[in-house]
């Protein structure tokens, strides 16, 4: 799963770069995947934890 969100987590920079995905939903989407990061051993939730924070 680390690779995974790590893999994540550069796709949503590329985004960024390319000018496709605003600061805040950077700074959102880069603080669940360190939350999903730092709870490795939980199931993934990434997108709740989206939905929760936006």
Do not use: I, N, Y
Request: hydrophobic share 35%; with cysteine; net charge negative.
């Amino acid at each position: 799963m680390e690779e995974a969100v790590r893999g994540l987590k550069r796709h949503f920079h590329a985004k960024h770069t390319e000018g496709l995905l605003s600061d805040r939903g950077l700074r959102l989407l880069d603080w669940c995947c360190d939350s999903a990061l730092d709870e490795a051993d939980t199931p993934l939730d990434l997108w709740e934890r989206v939905e929760q924070e936006a």
